[in-house]
T-cell receptor, first 115, second 112 residues
């Protein structure tokens, strides 16, 4: 079983469309994240949820809306897609309160291409 | 604020060469330090970690030592293989909260 799974793995869509990426983790972790990786491999934190509560909300356009129906799932919805949204989006999870010693577990990524 | 600075790439080495990728950090208190590796087309996976000063993390022949006096966590491997070709990320986990800070990544290519 994949620990952190994201779907879909690839998304190709037109500008202006709306799309969603789903993430599920079966590790029993309390905290989940969305990261954006650009073409230069730079990783940027977007959001973090701890047991369904939003705890990190970086400077991200409000076209991006995360939703966590339960602590095992964190979805990302993107409205009115723009060319600059093309990137690989990674979901990750970690145990709660693990600022010390814990680690992030990443999904395989969802490559979004906006045409 | 907390941050990580790592050596810019790309780095190209011949097989069996010695590898060093430099990483320094800025943090309040004593964070945990990590090296993640990203193979082509895959997500990031933990390579090694260290949670306190002077700890040495090691895995798959890679090593890094948590140096508080120089605020560094340099990644080393004595003899690289073609299969080590990947992007390597240094990261720290803040003392409080659930925030991780990543370096910009260093691309390594090992040629036969």
């Amino acid at each position: 079983d994949t620990a952190v799974s994201q779907t879909p793995k690839y998304l190709v869509t037109q500008m202006g469309n709306d799309k969603s990426i789903k993430c599920e983790q079966n590790l029993g972790h309390d905290t989940m994240y969305w990261y954006k990786q650009d073409s230069k491999k730079f990783l940027k934190i977007m959001f973090s949820y701890n047991n369904k509560e939003l705890i990190i909300n970086e400077t991200v356009p409000n076209r991006f809306s995360p939703k966590s129906p339960d602590k095992a799932h964190l979805n990302l919805h993107i409205n009115s897609l723009e060319l600059g949204d093309s990137a690989v989006y990674f979901c990750a999870s970690s145990p709660r309160g693990q600022g010390i010693g814990g680690e992030l577990f990443f999904g395989e990524g969802s490559r979004l291409t906006v045409l | 604020g907390d941050s990580v600075t790592q050596m810019e790439g790309p780095v190209t080495l011949s097989e069996e060469a010695f590898l060093t990728i430099n990483c320094t950090y800025t943090a309040t208190g004593y964070p945990s330090l990590f090296w993640y590796v990203q193979y082509p087309g895959e997500g990031l996976q933990l390579l090694l970690k260290a949670t306190k000063a002077d700890d040495k993390g090691s895995n798959k022949g890679f090593e890094a030592t948590y140096r508080k006096e120089t605020t560094s966590f340099h990644l080393e491997k004595g003899s690289v293989q073609v299969s080590d070709s990947a992007v390597y990320f240094c990261a720290l986990s803040a003392l409080t909260g659930n925030q991780f800070y990543f370096g910009t990544g260093t691309s390594l290519t090992v040629i036969p």
